[in-house]
């Protein structure tokens, strides 16, 4: 079994990162330039599991890609040439969706998507209906409403769209993202509170950036019918990743972290982080001309948040609730069930394991604080999200996390970036 051993880290004062790029953005930047009329460059792509697995996927419709240092140069391909392949996406359930909906356009004979067993697990269906809604030409091939599918050509057409806001946002975007494409554009309903809207805000921003008109009024989303430019797209950094680092000042009871590249103002959900570190204890001084820090004396308090938007924290904020003084209660997040693992069964388990008594909820976890830990070995469930939580929590006490290659999923050199904190 392939184990990381985190050791204590004693007496940390200060440090200093640049941090890798937004996966988020990265993805949704590789559809609009796969789809626009020429060549784009995107600057600073994150380099990781998900976002090459993305990238051969749409090698494999005819988009065609030349790499840079620091960029990707992006040839975009319309219509997508659906290429008689079978077309592995890993467990990138983003990419899956993104790229379920951008073949819908293509033409030729088939395409076919898989994954690994886990992506298998994951909800299809709401995406798969609305794009049959729209003649989309979509065969499942093993259980209904789920992949492995091949997708066929079809001729798409412009009808409203109704869906409930509590799916998952990664449908609503994937739609969204082909909307221009359609012969009068295409118009999405949501009926209920929108889960995890940001994700969709960053959706809607970045076809902006490429020139695709998107209005939304109240709880509808109307995209126009249009084509996407070829533009120069700079990556931010990744704001999800960026949390743990930030986290470790209150992990540890003391330091100061500053991420030199990180962009207290994008529109990234994540950024939210900062609000509830805030709410914990944290002091938080932005940068010029760019960069956060974060700096910590003490224990962090427990709360209550509301991760209905920003369910990519859970984990991290799992791990504060085990340091911090008295209750934490995370909410508002019952689309966690269905991520790489059901993380908020994964982090109770393991929370206990190191002796956190928690309690679960359908949509999120009640956490009592302590000081007192044992050693542990941490089981991943082969999610990066909590290997890199437990990373940092091991900061405090000492832990062995299993599988510590899954992080290749969103944040392939994270082992390095924990290296330097021990100097």
Not at 190 to 215: C, N
Not at 327 to 340: F, N, Q, S, V
């Amino acid at each position: 079994m392939n184990l990381k051993e985190i050791k204590p880290l004693k007496n940390f004062k200060k440090i200093e990162l640049t941090l890798p790029s937004s996966k988020s953005m990265t993805q949704r930047a590789l559809i609009c330039s796969s789809l626009s009329s020429g060549t784009s460059q995107i600057i600073n792509p994150l380099i990781s599991e998900d976002t090459l697995l993305l990238k051969s996927a749409l090698e494999s419709i005819g988009v065609i890609f030349k790499e840079k240092k620091n960029l990707w140069e992006v040839k975009g391909r319309y219509p997508p040439f659906l290429s008689n392949q079978r077309v592995y996406l890993g467990n990138n359930g983003t990419g899956a969706r993104f790229f379920l909906a951008l073949s819908s356009l293509g033409q030729g004979s088939y395409i076919e998507i898989y994954g690994k067993p886990r992506l298998h697990e994951r909800p299809m269906q709401p995406l798969i209906e609305a794009l049959r809604r729209l003649s989309a030409n979509i065969d499942c091939l093993e259980k209904e409403g789920f992949l492995p599918v091949k997708i066929k050509e079809g001729k798409l057409i412009s009808q409203k769209i109704i869906l409930p806001g509590n799916i998952s946002s990664q449908f609503i975007s994937a739609l969204l993202l082909i909307g221009a494409y359609l012969p009068d554009g295409l118009e999405i309903e949501i009926e209920g509170e929108l889960f995890s809207k940001s994700y969709v805000d960053l959706t809607v921003e970045i076809m902006k950036f490429f020139e695709v008109k998107v209005e939304q009024f109240d709880n509808l989303f109307k995209v126009y019918r249009g084509i996407y430019k070829p533009k120069i797209y700079e990556v931010e950094a990744d704001a999800s990743n960026a949390s743990y680092f930030l986290a470790i000042p209150l992990i540890l009871g003391e330091g100061e972290v500053i991420v030199k590249n990180y962009n207290p103002f994008s529109k990234q959900g994540d950024i939210k982080f900062l609000d509830y570190i805030r709410a914990m204890g944290a002091k938080i001084d932005i940068l010029k001309p760019s960069g956060i820090r974060i700096s910590f004396k003490g224990r962090a308090k427990g709360g209550e948040f509301n991760l209905r938007d920003t369910p990519d924290l859970f984990p991290t904020m799992c791990v504060l609730g085990a340091v911090a003084e008295g209750e934490t209660i995370l909410k508002g997040a019952p689309h966690l069930r269905y991520k790489e693992t059901d993380r908020i069964k994964a982090m109770a388990q393991e929370l206990k394991k190191i002796g956190v008594n928690t309690k679960e909820f359908p949509d999120g976890i009640i956490i009592q604080g302590t000081s007192l830990y044992n050693s542990a070995t941490i089981h991943t469930y082969d999610d990066h999200r909590i290997a890199m939580s437990f990373a940092i929590l091991g900061l405090k006490m000492g832990l062995k996390i299993e599988n510590p290659d899954c992080v290749a999923k969103s944040f392939p050199n994270f082992w390095e970036y924990m290296e330097k904190f021990y100097g």
